[in-house]
């Protein structure tokens, strides 16, 4: 068997073999492979960037959705090009095989005589699809096996192809253009009936080795042609193979592969469309309200809450809706708190000018006096307003950035009353505290703290009896540490308890002079009760007699 070389329909990217190239025999330079120069590893990998980052800030929340989940199907839909890659083993394996086949007939036919030879190429060409021709030494065709017998195979007409078949050889133009694929000769029968007509023929002729070529139909299926040399006398044989079933095999899978990917592709559009609306929708209509509490128009704008919703889109529905009633509640809270300042400034200054108006037109001495002492009262009362209004506005912005300490509350109030006394600031009332010998470790800011008690027990002395005590209480339950001060007035009436904590609101006893307290000592108590997390009520006394109780509740440090 002569020796041969095996021409490739092309590179491990391109699905064609070179058109214009005829297998060079073995051992020659033409059929060395190239050599692929190594590659830098580092050089493929890209610099780290944060521009595509920032680009993705472009996009809608929705677009960026369809992307993620339709990036992964793009990558799938890369299968279209591996399929090239198959393509090529096949055609790779059809090479060698028509090699093969050509070399083993050629053998046969080359001690047969010419009857015997005719009817092997009608039984070859018959049995494996097939159409062998057989030129003689001064290449002239002598005998075909398609002359001889009915054709094995004939080409597709692809006048009449119906539109799949359009649409397929469509996909294959395409696939063949996005790799690169070398442009393939077309398959064109020649006029001459020489061996000459055909260039594998004519360098096998030349070469006296076996040649394949591949050439394209009009339809995209690969034709094979191998050409052999037929004994010593200078015969030939060419074989024509129309290797359909590669394109059937690989146009099937091909439109398997796109079948699937569609299907996917549109059922994951659709699932991320339906994912982009449950998360767009309530971000839009939480943004839109956001948008008319922001600029006031709607004064009952209602934030949706998504009850139904326990994902972190509802969560998020629910803090902003909570978010926005509490600013409500504050902007509602500062309005009535200034309404109640100008209120409550408003009545001194009107004393104070109509004293000062007065005080030119007055000769009596006595008379001025008394304006005098009228005049310095109401600077006082303006004093002690602006005072107590300025503390009682800073207690939420100085408890937001406090740093809480363990205090033992005991020591705390034992402190306070020490130093009251010593002040002479009890009126003449006895205090007496029962500690129960708990320990009362809490959480909190000492000076505010202080001011509590403080308050506390100033409200206790101005409503207690002559020489009647003030008891206190401190007692620890594990969870909470619970602060009592209980006097011996008249108490607060139970429909009544809650209206002595809100701002400027003051029920003082007859003997005292009007204008001493501005109505906010128990404001400013429960609300630096609230900020530490605690309560602050009031409440009569367990043991039934006449008086009030108020009662602190810190949480216990444990």
């Known amino acids: 068997m002569a020796s041969s070389s095996i021409a490739r329909p092309g590179d491990g990217a391109s699905s064609r073999g070179d058109a214009d190239r005829i297998d060079a025999p073995v051992g020659s330079a033409d059929a060395q492979p190239a050599q692929t120069p190594p590659t830098d590893d580092n050089s493929a990998v890209p610099a780290r960037s944060e521009e595509p980052l920032s680009l993705t800030r472009r996009f809608s929340l929705t677009a960026r959705i369809l992307v993620v989940n339709i990036l992964p199907l793009a990558l799938l839909s890369g299968g279209l090009f591996y399929l090239d890659t198959y393509r090529t083993q096949l055609i790779d394996e059809r090479f060698k095989l028509a090699r093969i086949e050509a070399q083993i007939t050629a053998e046969a036919l080359a001690g047969a005589t010419r009857e ?100 394209d139909w009009r339809d995209g299926t690969p034709v094979i042609t191998a050409a052999a040399p037929v004994g010593l006398n200078g015969a030939t044989l060419l074989t024509v193979r129309n290797a359909v079933d590669i394109t059937e095999s690989v146009r099937e899978a091909r439109t398997t592969l796109v079948a699937a990917v569609l299907l996917v592709l549109a059922a994951s559009a659709l699932l991320s469309l339906f994912l982009a609306r449950t998360i767009v929708s309530p971000l839009q209509q939480l943004a839109g309200a956001a948008q008319r509490v922001r600029q006031g128009r709607e004064r009952d704008v209602e934030v949706p809450r998504l009850p139904e919703r326990s994902d972190e889109i509802g969560q998020l529905a629910r803090s902003v809706s909570d978010m926005t009633q509490a600013l409500r509640q504050r902007i509602d809270a500062v309005d009535s708190f200034a309404a109640d300042v100008a209120h409550e400034i408003k009545n001194p200054l009107a004393s104070l000018r109509s004293a000062i108006e007065s005080l030119p037109k007055v000769e009596d001495p006595d008379l001025r006096r008394e304006l005098e002492q009228i005049a310095t009262h109401d600077v006082r009362r303006i004093d002690r307003l602006v005072t107590e209004i300025s503390d009682a506005s800073r207690i939420d912005a100085e408890m937001s950035r406090a740093t809480l300490e363990k205090i033992d509350l005991a020591d705390l109030v034992r402190a306070i009353i020490g130093g009251r006394q010593h002040r002479a600031e009890n009126d003449n009332h006895r205090i007496e505290l029962d500690t129960r010998g708990f320990a009362a470790e809490v959480l909190g800011v000492g000076t505010r703290l202080e001011r509590v008690v403080e308050n506390l027990l100033d409200n206790a002395v101005s409503f207690s009896p002559p020489d009647a005590p003030i008891e206190v209480g401190i007692e620890n339950d594990g969870e909470c540490v619970t602060l009592t001060v209980c006097d011996h007035g008249p108490g607060i009436p139970e429909d009544a308890r809650d209206q002595v904590f809100e701002r400027f609101h003051s029920v003082r006893p007859d003997a005292e002079d009007f204008g001493n307290h501005s109505g906010l000592g128990l404001a400013i108590a429960r609300a630096i009760a609230e900020a530490h997390d605690g309560s602050l009520v009031a409440e009569g006394r367990s043991d039934g007699t006449s008086g009030a109780c108020l009662r602190l509740r810190l949480p216990a440090q444990v």
């Open 116 to 215: 015997r030879q005719e009817a092997l190429l009608v039984q070859i060409g018959r049995e494996q699809g097939m159409r062998l021709r057989m030129y003689d030494a001064e290449g002239l065709l002598w005998a075909d096996s398609f002359a001889l017998a009915d054709p094995a195979f004939e080409f597709d007409d692809i006048s009449d192809d119906t539109w799949e078949q359009q649409l397929a050889r469509w996909l294959d133009r395409t696939v063949d253009t996005i790799v690169s694929a070398e442009a393939v000769a077309d398959f064109v029968e020649p006029e001459a009936q020489e061996a000459d007509a055909w260039p594998e023929l004519a360098r096998a002729r030349e070469t006296g080795l076996s040649q394949v070529r591949l050439y």
